[in-house]
């Protein structure tokens, strides 16, 4: 298997899996006390707009031969803000 295609299926696999936890959090956020539901709320939007802006530049992968501009940068922020959210509010693991 070509490089790109490991690189395709393993920004997939990682996909997935936050697309698992977004969910997970959207069910959370029912449970969350009125004072900080509001900041959660805040966060999984954000997350959501995140994870759309990689879902844009993760399909021109598929254009070429090679990962296009922005689409690494755009992992990287999805995956840092999971990070800081998975943090601050203590995300339970999907797996």
Not at 33 to 53: A, I, M
Not at 73 to 78: D, T
Request: aromatic content about 8%; proline content about 0%.
């Amino acid at each position: 298997m070509n490089r790109l295609k490991i690189t395709v299926k393993k920004l997939q696999e990682d996909l997935d899996e936050y697309d698992q936890k977004l969910a997970i959090m959207k069910i959370e956020s029912d449970e969350v006390r009125s004072g900080t539901k509001g900041e959660y709320l805040r966060q999984v939007k954000s997350l959501k707009r995140e994870r759309d802006n990689f879902v844009l530049r993760y399909g021109q992968i598929h254009m070429g031969d090679e990962i296009k501009d922005g689409t690494q940068e755009a992992w990287a922020a999805l995956k840092a803000t999971f990070i800081k959210v998975e943090s601050k509010f203590h995300v339970k693991n999907c797996k």
